[in-house]
């Protein structure tokens, strides 16, 4: 099978023929039908610093939707023909964490495509614990939006968001969702903040209520001026960038919330805050971390989002492409507001 591998550590990434994947009783075979590019798999495949731990060599690659082709002989619920989405997080089900409800930070979890074999590639073999069945009629490239949806949800209802006033640092494929999101979940003004005025017009025309450039515009003033000189209620920053992490502290009204999404770019180092007294403490702002999505909670209730028309999953593709031209797609994916979605050969 065809499967885009991180053998170096070095920038790129190689397309290489591998077996297909054997299964372990807990797992199922998989063919991938839609696979999508995050922002963890560029860090990645450009070799940034905040992952220089990865293990090496793997197949990339950790959100999919595909059909079920084989069944471990310890599986059930799951058969031959299913179509699933899936987990990027392969919780053991054992540890204190997986037994009270937050499998998603299970301490012995693996991740799909960093500590196993991911989706990049035609086949995957996947543990069922990670597995969600979907509609059979779902498309490909939605169902692989699943994932990040997923992230983005589970963000946008780490705090209220009715009758708030909403920051969105970072306009790529997550931070176009949660704006969308935020509004669903009530709140009153929604501002979008990115160095691409292209992205932050594209969002004002869809309802978004205000928008600012971080690059040629000072953010902090003009939000203030925006919110009467209270600031966001609540703050999403989705880049990772320090700079940009403390200036959404700086943005954020006093007694409001800081969500962090965004994978720190600058490794080991994480994000340090300057002035931690000022722009925290006293101010008493709530600061929230996201890594992932509940298990099965935020699962269940994306799909009866998207059963119900409430989510428009076709906005968030940014590009469809074949697995073959993932270079190609690493670029897109630097200036796409929507995710690039790659399609496996399966010449079979």
Known sequence: MKAIVKAQRAVGAQLQDLPVPEIQPDEMLVKVLATGICGSDRDSYEWRPNKHGLQLPVTMGHEFFGEVVKVGSHVS??????????????????CYLCRTGKAHLCMKRGVLGFQKNGCFAEYVALPAVAAFKMPGDTKPEYGALMEPMGVAFHAAMKTSLSGKKVLVIGLGALGYMIK??????????????STNDKKIQQCLDEGSDYGVNSKTEDVVAKVLE?????????????????HLYNLGLDCCAYGGT????GVPSEGNAGV???DYFNRVM????????????????????MKDLLETGKLRPEKYVGGVIKLEEFEKGFQMAKTSIG??????????
């Open 282 to 301: 006293a101010k008493e702002i709530n600061i929230e971390a996201i890594f992932g999505r509940y298990f099965y909670d935020t699962w269940e209730l």
């Open 258 to 261: 800081m969500v962090e999404v």
């Open 226 to 242: 925006y919110t009467d000189g209270n600031g966001a209620d609540v703050v999403f920053e989705m880049t990772g960038a320090n």
């Open 180 to 193: 969308d999101f935020a509004k669903m979940l009530g709140a009153t003004r929604v501002i979008v903040c």
């Open 272 to 274: 340090t805050i300057d």
């Open 339 to 348: 995710r690039i979605i790659m399609i496996p050969p399966h010449e079979d």
């Open 77 to 94: 619920g799951y058969k031959v023909g299913d179509r699933i989405s899936s987990d990027s997080h392969m919780p053991c089900g054992e």
